[in-house]
């Protein structure tokens, strides 16, 4: 994997499956994975609830075939400790999930789960009946610009706890050795990410919650914005500086942003909003990443990005991911010709809205091989799917997925 | 007489409190509710649908666009029904059963009400039967389905399926749409239209109903 983020290319491609809440593999999948490769039956642990992850462990990355392993965060989006676990059954499957995952199912069927696990507050996500994920709930105090306040979107931003430096150092120690490469999530370092916006582990969330107000926010209350980010940058820097301290550079690349800026065909800004709202605050912590520390910064964006990654690039962002080719002016041909060079593509390796849940294990096979074909000359590749494994996709997909790149390097796995 | 172009403006723009304002003193001026819609903010919406489609407008400007649209809206639609003015069409609208997101439906619904028609919105996680009870009770001509995951996808068919069973299927048109959805999955499931943009919508919506 390290060779492929110096743009030289390595023997064969790095896989990653499992290392970051951008690159997972739905709890469903896992289990199905663990199942086809014969590995030792036991309930997968939901390690992110908020999307139904399930964690990928030594046993199931070996014979998949992965090279990448992760430092996750210490606390799920809910805002409880992803620790002490108990059993729950989703779907028909045992699966387990962290000890604070309390939730309330409603007379239709859908699944509440509440902040930091207390019952006593009011739900912050809602899996519908039959769904697969849970989503946020919306809770937006009314908004009264004369009083509206910063810090109040600011509660979740603040000075690392020795809790998650602790997590951090004994994740990474556990993880030496092991030869993997390392991808880290270190929390606080992404800008208006919308998943964040409405603070599913807050109990009480103050300021612009609601995913629409914010969006309009960009537009109408640019300085309140700045305002966040500033504040916002500069613990982040101070945060990694602390963590830096303990691990210094046992991580490979570190997760700081998963901020989408793109949709199916076109943008949720201009490039000119982007320079102006977002481009002065990434280049700020990814200049202290590059001037402290060896990480490469991983930005990750759903959607038709193509016209952002020039400046993705100036502001120091060394991996992009997903790569979602199946979007506007995504064509991977291109993006390898026009970026390849100096932007690692961690993703793209399949598309994951139509061609791994829908298509057939041949379909999987030569889509694959086609995007091997095109990423892998020259480094700069790790191969991943487009965003995470999705409930529902059949385990055959996967595993003609993961053939197809060892057919590639010309290697066999399990 | 209050000038009711600042209205068209003030949609364009952004701005519901102007849109809201001038609304009301056109309203009060005696500018028929109908004008107002056809003269105003359909246009208004039309524009608004073009600067999305070339990329002048990105999501924020067309939510904001939306809620002042809206809150004109909010002002003329029971000025219109007690006139028993016709809409273009009545549309139900909902993000289909198992999936929550709705900021690209919300945006396909406010085109729709921007380009004339009734719109009557059903939230997100909606179930079949909700579909099949709000079309027959509301005697609408369309209906729209959203989706944004791979896995809520399947909804649509389900929907399209049920107003089969109900012997509905060919009292409406069914329209689909969502960031995974493609003319070849509308065709798949038999919708009779697909939108690729909220601008996209409106197009559509337009032809399905004049068919």
């Given at each position: 994997?390290?060779?492929?983020?110096?743009?030289?290319?390595?023997?064969?491609?790095?896989?990653?499956?499992?290392?970051?809440?951008?690159?997972?593999?739905?709890?469903?999948?896992?289990?199905?994975?663990?199942?086809?490769?014969?590995?030792?039956?036991?309930?997968?642990?939901?390690?992110?609830?908020?999307?139904?992850?399930?964690?990928?462990?030594?046993d199931?990355?070996a014979?998949?075939?992965?090279?990448?392993?992760?430092?996750?965060?210490?606390?799920?989006?809910?805002?409880f400790?992803?620790?002490?676990?108990?059993?729950?059954?989703?779907?028909?499957?045992?699966?387990?999930?962290?000890?604070?995952?309390?939730?309330?199912?409603?007379?239709?069927?859908?699944?509440?789960?509440?902040p930091?696990?207390?019952?006593?507050?009011?739900?912050?996500?809602?899996?519908p009946?039959?769904?697969?994920?849970?989503?946020?709930?919306?809770?937006?105090p009314?908004?009264?610009?004369?009083?509206?306040?910063?810090?109040?979107?600011?509660e979740e931003?603040?000075?690392?706890?020795?809790?998650?430096?602790?997590?951090?150092?004994?994740?990474?120690?556990?993880?030496?050795?092991?030869g993997?490469?390392?991808?880290?999530?270190?929390?606080?370092?992404?800008f208006?990410?919308?998943?964040?916006?409405?603070?599913?582990?807050?109990k009480?969330?103050?300021?612009?919650?609601?995913?629409?107000?914010?969006?309009?926010?960009?537009?109408?209350?640019?300085?309140?914005?700045?305002?966040i980010?500033?504040r916002?940058?500069?613990?982040?820097?101070?945060?990694?500086?602390?963590?830096?301290?303990?691990?210094g550079?046992?991580?490979?690349?570190?997760?700081?942003?998963?901020?989408?800026?793109?949709?199916?065909?076109?943008?949720?800004?201009?490039?000119?909003?982007f320079?102006?709202l977002?481009?002065?605050?990434?280049?700020?912590v990814?200049?202290w990443?590059?001037?402290?520390?060896?990480?490469?910064c991983?930005?990750?964006?759903?959607g038709?990005?193509e016209?952002f990654?020039?400046?993705?690039?100036?502001a120091g962002f060394d991996?992009?991911?997903?790569?979602?080719?199946?979007?506007?002016?995504?064509?991977?041909?291109?993006?390898?010709?026009?970026?390849g060079?100096?932007?690692?593509?961690?993703?793209?390796?399949?598309?994951?809205?139509?061609?791994?849940p829908?298509?057939?294990?041949?379909?999987?096979r030569?889509?694959?091989?086609?995007?091997?074909?095109?990423f892998?000359?020259?480094?700069?590749?790790?191969?991943?799917?487009?965003?995470?494994?999705?409930?529902?996709?059949?385990?055959?997909?996967?595993v003609?997925?993961?053939?197809?790149?060892?057919?590639?390097?010309?290697?066999?796995h399990? | 007489?209050?000038?009711?172009?600042?209205?068209?403006?003030?949609?364009?723009?952004?701005?519901?409190?102007?849109?809201?304002?001038?609304t009301?003193?056109?309203?009060?001026?005696?500018?028929?509710?109908?004008?107002?819609?056809?003269?105003?903010?359909?246009?208004?919406?039309?524009e608004v649908?073009?600067?999305?489609?070339?990329?002048?407008?990105?999501?924020?400007?067309?939510?904001?666009?939306a809620?002042?649209?809206?809150?004109?809206?909010?002002?003329?639609?029971?000025l219109?029904?007690?006139?028993?003015?016709?809409?273009?069409?009545?549309?139900?609208?909902?993000t289909?059963?198992?999936?929550?997101?709705?900021?690209?439906?919300?945006?396909?619904?406010?085109?729709?009400?921007?380009?004339?028609?009734?719109?009557?919105?059903?939230?997100?996680?909606?179930?079949?039967?909700?579909f099949?009870?709000?079309?027959?009770?509301?005697s609408a001509?369309?209906?729209?389905?959203?989706a944004?995951?791979?896995?809520?996808?399947?909804?649509?068919?389900?929907?399209?399926d049920?107003?089969?069973?109900?012997?509905?299927?060919?009292?409406?048109?069914?329209m689909?749409?969502?960031?995974?959805?493609?003319?070849?999955?509308?065709d798949?499931?038999?919708?009779?239209?697909?939108?690729?943009?909220?601008?996209?919508?409106v197009?559509?919506?337009?032809?399905?109903?004049?068919?």
């Amino acid at each position: 994997m390290r060779t492929a983020l110096e743009h030289r290319e390595p023997d064969r491609i790095p896989l990653d499956f499992g290392s970051t809440a951008v690159t997972g593999i739905h709890v469903s999948c896992v289990a199905a994975l663990r199942d086809y490769y014969g590995l030792a039956p036991r309930p997968v642990k939901v390690h992110e609830p908020y999307q139904m992850l399930g964690l990928v462990e030594d046993d199931l990355r070996a014979a998949m075939g992965l090279d990448v392993t992760g430092v996750l965060p210490r606390k799920t989006m809910f805002g409880f400790p992803a620790a002490d676990w108990k059993e729950w059954n989703f779907h028909g499957l045992d699966v387990l999930v962290p000890g604070d995952f309390r939730t309330r199912t409603e007379p239709n069927g859908d699944i509440l789960i509440f902040p930091e696990g207390d019952e006593t507050a009011a739900p912050s996500g809602r899996m519908p009946m039959g769904s697969a994920f849970f989503d946020a709930i919306i809770r937006q105090p009314e908004i009264d610009d004369e009083r509206l306040d910063p810090a109040d979107n600011l509660e979740e931003f603040g000075p690392i706890s020795e809790d998650d430096l602790d997590h951090i150092e004994r994740t990474v120690r556990a993880a030496g050795g092991s030869g993997y490469g390392m991808a880290a999530a270190f929390s606080g370092t992404a800008f208006g990410d919308i998943a964040l916006v409405p603070a599913p582990f807050l109990k009480n969330p103050k300021g612009i919650r609601d995913v629409a107000e914010w969006y309009m926010s960009t537009r109408t209350r640019r300085g309140y914005i700045h305002r966040i980010f500033e504040r916002q940058c500069e613990i982040s820097i101070e945060n990694l500086a602390r963590i830096h301290t303990r691990i210094g550079d046992a991580v490979d690349c570190v997760f700081l942003c998963g901020t989408d800026f793109g949709t199916q065909t076109s943008a949720f800004c201009s490039v000119a909003t982007f320079r102006e709202l977002w481009f002065p605050y990434y280049k700020r912590v990814n200049d202290w990443v590059h001037a402290h520390t060896a990480w490469r910064c991983f930005k990750h964006s759903c959607g038709s990005v193509e016209r952002f990654l020039e400046s993705f690039i100036e502001a120091g962002f060394d991996i992009i991911n997903p790569v979602q080719c199946s979007a506007a002016g995504m064509a991977p041909a291109e993006l390898k010709r026009k970026y390849g060079s100096r932007l690692v593509f961690w993703g793209g390796g399949v598309d994951t809205q139509k061609t791994l849940p829908f298509g057939t294990p041949q379909e999987v096979r030569e889509e694959v091989l086609r995007r091997c074909e095109i990423f892998a000359p020259g480094g700069g590749f790790v191969f991943n799917s487009i965003h995470n494994l999705q409930a529902g996709t059949p385990v055959e997909n996967i595993v003609a997925m993961l053939d197809a790149v060892h057919q590639f390097d010309g290697v066999s796995h399990a | 007489m209050p000038d009711p172009v600042k209205l068209r403006e003030a949609v364009i723009e952004g701005d519901w409190k102007t849109a809201a304002a001038v609304t009301q003193a056109a309203i009060a001026a005696g500018v028929a509710p109908l004008a107002i819609v056809t003269g105003y903010l359909v246009p208004a919406m039309d524009e608004v649908g073009r600067r999305f489609e070339c990329e002048e407008y990105f999501v924020p400007e067309m939510l904001l666009s939306a809620r002042a649209m809206k809150a004109s809206m909010d002002i003329v639609r029971p000025l219109l029904a007690a006139a028993g003015a016709e809409p273009v069409g009545r549309v139900v609208i909902g993000t289909v059963k198992g999936d929550l997101h709705d900021i690209g439906k919300n945006l396909v619904a406010s085109m729709l009400e921007g380009g004339g028609f009734e719109v009557i919105d059903l939230g997100a996680d909606v179930a079949p039967e909700r579909f099949i009870e709000a079309a027959a009770a509301n005697s609408a001509n369309l209906v729209a389905l959203s989706a944004l995951l791979t896995v809520t996808m399947t909804s649509m068919k389900t929907t399209i399926d049920a107003f089969q069973a109900a012997g509905l299927r060919e009292k409406v048109k069914i329209m689909v749409g969502g960031a995974p959805v493609t003319q070849q999955f509308a065709d798949a499931i038999g919708a009779d239209g697909y939108g690729q943009s909220a601008g996209a919508a409106v197009a559509v919506a337009r032809k399905l109903v004049a068919a």
